[in-house]
């Protein structure tokens, strides 16, 4: 009853949703691209107020891609952070002696998580300056609290006859932390690192207010001069760029599974 | 061997203990069943053998590699852990893990070559009668019953010489049960270890163990023998509500049919003439005969009246038998098994149905008062 996992194998196995789960979404976006390159970029005038803050077909669109490479930089850097900090951090609320504060830890997270982002923002800006450290920072605190609380869960809901049978065969904590409750919560886990970053995209898109840069600059522009090309370029690809972010996650997710039993 | 020396644990904050100053010792190679009702302290008593939980007061000794006789509390929790098996009512198998490093969990703990690891496991995994391929797959993969054998594999895989089980069979369904606790005896025989075993079930109790030792609430020690003498001699009237008002009926589970039944019967031979068979059977007093054909193998049974006056060979006026009862069935399913057939004796027989012996409702009844008086002789 071995499976048989070679790549013709796995083929004839996919279903009519395995393939609209793997095309749908990319095929969206691209569209969803194409058409604000066709639509919203190439009839730019040059000279215009939006040539200047776009681009045109003349002078190309750098601006446009230098805002989502700051974009990406913004969410890739400030979650990467969030992790190195959230996932100990979850993994230390679960230890013995800590277990206690956990409540106390995650209680006071979520009122930090109720706080509205850009009052965030608006806080460090006031310590920190302006600038990208700033909006990491912030992004940085605000992708805390879902990785910290997932992790926590996870490990928190490992079946307890699992880590007694581990204990009572001689495993150090040590050990059951490594290569029990790690493997086993991180599917909880990473599904907090996913909503972290998917959050992250569209809070990076409020740095621009503190000087950050990214595809938020194009709204915060847009907005006073009532240009709608721009307010349309910027929120658009935000909105692709956080479909994009949570499908990929997702898929890393789904590869990632270990098999866990149903009893 | 397991030794409790004068153990007590009280639980912090709590005023009256969990175990009650608990002494007794299991000898190696015997399974010794820790049995009561509910909050009793038969698991608590457990699993201070390996420190799961620390003793309060007391000592217990647990029979080491070097056949010395080690002190729980002064060992290395660690150490002691891997040294002693550990088998649970939820298996707690790793669900992440393969059948294969499930198994193999204390041994690779023990830094155990990667061959050596997997030349035991399949040893183990044949002797509970799986397939080696299961080695590959899942615990998800796998029934109820399949996963606690994998337990109880993953239990023995370091070889220890003390195995600690915590209701090993109380998930499953009665007739899994049966058969594991059946398996898990046969393999006693061969592995011989020493173990202590928690149920509460005192029908468990009496069927797995060379002693029990029943304890009631408070974690104090009631009774503390062997089966047979805790059905026929309960200490008081705890054990004697504890073990049922059905204690006598109970006794039938301990004994075998080959250890009563009549081994020498008197048989027909398929190939004998009706005339010398009749003889037979009036001098043996008997009214009907079972009869064998080569290899002493069943083949029917014959009536007296039938044959009186006839001529020929006995196989001609055969009966089928309607029942047989296999070698190690216990007395009571042999006797329950009499009554639906309404059979006076009926033929022990192997797999093979070769006849053994014979067994009738008389022999079972001597066999019970045989036994209450031998284990009064005894306590004299």
């Known amino acids: 009853m071995k499976e048989d996992n070679s790549f013709w194998q796995r083929l004839k196995r996919l279903t009519v949703s395995d393939v609209l789960n793997w095309i749908v979404i990319p095929i969206l976006m691209i569209i969803v691209v194409i058409l604000v390159y066709n639509q919203l970029l190439l009839t730019i005038e040059p000279g215009s107020m939006e040539a200047n803050m776009l681009g045109s077909y003349e002078i190309g669109f750098k601006r446009v891609t230098d805002a989502v490479a700051e974009h990406t930089r913004l969410i890739l850097v400030s979650t990467m952070l969030a992790i190195a900090v959230a996932v100990p951090a979850g993994i230390l609320i679960t230890r013995q002696g800590f277990r206690d504060f956990s409540g106390l830890i995650l209680g006071v997270a979520n009122i930090g998580q109720s706080v509205p982002s850009i009052a965030i923002l608006a806080v460090f800006m006031g310590i920190f300056g302006i600038g990208f450290k700033t909006a990491i920072f912030a992004l940085w605190l605000y992708a805390l609290l879902p990785i910290v609380r997932n992790t926590a869960t996870g490990i928190e809901e490992v079946d307890p006859n699992i880590i007694e049978a581990a204990t009572g065969m001689g495993m150090t904590n040590r050990q059951i932390l490594l290569q029990i409750e790690l493997p086993l919560s991180f599917p909880v886990m990473f599904a907090g690192i996913r909503t972290a970053a998917v959050i992250n995209v569209g809070t990076a898109a409020l740095g621009a207010f503190i000087g950050a840069g990214g595809l938020g600059t194009f709204i915060i522009t847009g907005i006073p001069l009532m240009r709608d090309r721009l307010i349309l370029v910027g929120a658009i690809l935000i909105a692709v760029m956080a479909i994009l972010v949570d499908w990929i996650l997702e898929k890393v997710q789904d590869r990632l599974i270990v098999p866990t039993a149903t009893a | 061997m397991i030794k409790f020396e004068n153990v007590t644990k009280i639980y912090p904050g709590m005023s009256s203990p969990a175990v009650d ?360």
Not at chain 2, 330 to 335: R, T
């Open chain 2, 21 to 380: 100053n608990l002494s007794f010792t299991v000898p190696s190679g015997e399974i010794c069943i820790l049995v009561g009702p509910s909050g009793c302290g038969k698991t608590t008593a457990m699993k201070m053998v390996n420190r799961l939980i620390d003793a309060t007061e007391g000592a217990i000794f647990v029979l080491d590699e070097q056949g010395d006789m080690s002190n729980v509390l002064e060992m290395d929790p660690i150490q002691l852990r891997r040294s002693i098996g550990y088998i649970i009512q939820q298996i707690g198998l790793f669900p992440h893990r393969t059948i294969l490093e499930n198994i193999g969990t204390v041994p690779q703990l023990l830094d155990w070559d990667e061959a050596r690891i997997r030349n035991r496991a399949k040893e183990l995994v044949s002797m509970m009668n799986m397939p080696i391929d299961f080695l590959e797959r899942y615990p998800h993969e796998l029934s109820g019953g399949q996963r606690q054998r994998i337990g109880v594999a993953r239990g023995m895989a370091a070889d220890p010489l003390v195995m600690l089980m915590d209701e090993p069979f109380g998930a499953i369904d009665p007739i899994n049960r049966n058969i594991l606790q059946n398996e898990f005896l046969r393999l006693q025989q061969e592995i011989k270890k020493t173990i202590l075993f928690v149920t509460h079930d005192i029908d468990e109790a009496i069927k797995m163990g060379d002693k029990i030792c029943i304890l009631n609430t408070g974690g104090l020690l009631e009774q503390f023998d062997s089966p047979a003498n805790i059905l026929a001699h309960p200490a008081n009237k705890f054990v004697e509500n504890f073990v049922g008002a059905d204690r006598a009926l109970k006794r039938l589970n301990l004994a075998r049919v080959e250890e009563v039944m009549n081994s020498n019967p008197p048989l027909l031979q398929a190939t004998q003439d009706v005339e010398q068979a009749v003889g037979f059977m009036v001098e043996q007093e008997i009214r009907f005969a079972y009869v064998v054909g080569a290899d002493n193998m069943l083949k029917g049974y014959v009536r007296r009246r039938d044959l009186k006056g006839k001529t020929g060979w006995v196989d001609e006026f055969l009966e089928p038998a309607a029942t047989t009862i296999l070698l190690g069935t216990s007395l009571k399913d042999a006797l329950s098994e009499m009554l639906v057939v309404d059979y006076a004796n009926v033929c022990v027989v192997d797999g093979q149905n070769r006849v053994y012996g014979l067994i009738d409702t008389n022999m079972i009844h001597k066999a019970v008062i045989q036994s209450t008086a031998a284990s009064e002789v005894e306590e004299e």
